[in-house]
């Protein structure tokens, strides 16, 4: 089996300095545009068995979007697909994954993170995010969409200013009343109470506009 670990990184994987790869190769592209070529450095499961791979399959090139480095730069991922030894497993091979770019990821995790930042802190809308960074309007919605839901334990937190929202998650619907067979409006209502300082979500109201504990 490859030795896929190394101690003392070369100096293009220590500045790149992505967790758990390591830079095969850097190309100049023209307009000074830089594509760095990556590879993982660690050992990866089956999705549906977890037995680590050990026999190669196939190598896949895949785009990553990633953090600008002194620069944008175009990040090529060495992808390995290996076999699943596992008998019992109905999963022939699979494709490795990490956790800065896990299974179907098509942006690192430092990425993700970073565009989040910028929607908080500086309070810029999703689209003026997503172009200031050189993204789809999309990958910032997306990265919102889960940093929402890493609910922290509000319990433990102290707030200065709270902020609400109220949205109208889908549009108006009506249903029959089975009591009394008459129909009545229902209003998808959402409501978000956010600490007004980090931007961290702290309760998010149910549809029918019954509070979530969280
Ligand atoms: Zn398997």
């Given at each position: ?90 999963r022939g091979t699979f494709f490795e994954a990490t956790v800065e770019v896990p299974r179907l990821a098509r942006s690192t995790r430092r ?49 200065r200013m709270l902020g609400i929202d109220e949205q109208r998650v889908r549009s108006v619907r009506f249903f029959k009343d089975p009591a ?35």
């Open positions: 089996m490859t030795e896929l670990t190394s101690r003392r990184p070369d100096a293009a994987t220590a500045i790149f300095n992505l967790s758990d790869y390591r830079v095969l190769e850097t190309e100049i592209l023209g307009f000074g545009q830089r594509r760095i070529h990556v590879e993982s450095t660690i050992e990866s499961g089956c999705p549906d068995c977890g037995v680590i791979g050990t026999r190669r399959h196939i190598r896949h090139r895949q785009r990553v979007r990633d953090i600008p480095l002194a620069g944008p730069v175009e990040v090529i991922w060495s992808k390995r697909r290996y076999f699943c030894d596992e008998s019992e497993c109905p990425l993700r993170d970073m565009l989040v930042s910028a929607v908080i802190d500086s309070g810029r809308a999703a689209t003026e995010t997503a172009a200031a960074h050189g993204v789809s309007r999309w990958l910032v919605q997306r990265a919102l969409n889960v940093a929402a839901t890493r609910r922290p334990d509000v319990d433990k937190l102290r707030p009394t067979k008459a129909w009545k409006r229902f209003e998808p209502w959402m409501t978000t109470i956010v600490d007004l300082d980090t931007g961290q979500v702290l309760v998010v109201g149910s549809p029918d506009r019954s509070p979530v504990s969280v």
